[in-house]
């Protein structure tokens, strides 16, 4: 999406709640986070905003993150458009931007926190403002990184698990 920052691609995305042995983190993630196999936090959750470095206007501070909200949310039978709840009272804090390797583009991430069971909502709507733009996306994320694109790839899988690390060495 393009903003005044430049273009961007987000992700919601769960967090281990203790840091695990990064070794033995494989291609299945992605599916045992939603599952709780991989022991993930309830209480707390990555924002992952990606941007281009050849096209923005260089790194993602804090202040970046204009506004964000989780809504609890459903589709009610017989209707086709979404119902959103009340925001859920949530806490956010800038982690930094993070270059996991050479070819892997840059990532501001922010720590999301709650008293609320915030990461295993498939039906909520997750709401973040960068650069005057409104990204949402509905239910927490896999593990996979975004691409500038806007897509997401398996083929990914390190960028996003070094976003975890990163988060955990520096929280």
Known sequence: MQTSLGPVAH???????????WGSI?????????SGDEGMDPHKLLLIVVRDPQDSK???????????SIRPS???EARTTRVCEAPLPTSVRFIGENTPDEG??????????????????????FAATIGGKDLFQI???????PLSGGENSLAE?????SDQQFYFENR
């Open 11 to 21: 992700q919601v995305i769960p967090v281990f709640a203790e840091e695990p042995d």
């Open 26 to 34: 494989g291609y299945g993630l992605n599916e045992s986070a939603h």
């Open 58 to 68: 260089g790194p993602l501070q804090a202040e970046d993150l204009e506004d964000f």
């Open 74 to 76: 459903e589709v009610p």
């Open 104 to 125: 892997s583009d840059p990532a501001g991430i922010w720590e999301i926190s709650s008293d609320a069971d915030i990461a295993s909502g498939t039906e909520q709507v």
């Open 139 to 145: 239910g927490v994320g896999g593990l996979s990184r």
């Open 157 to 161: 899988r390190s960028p996003a698990v």
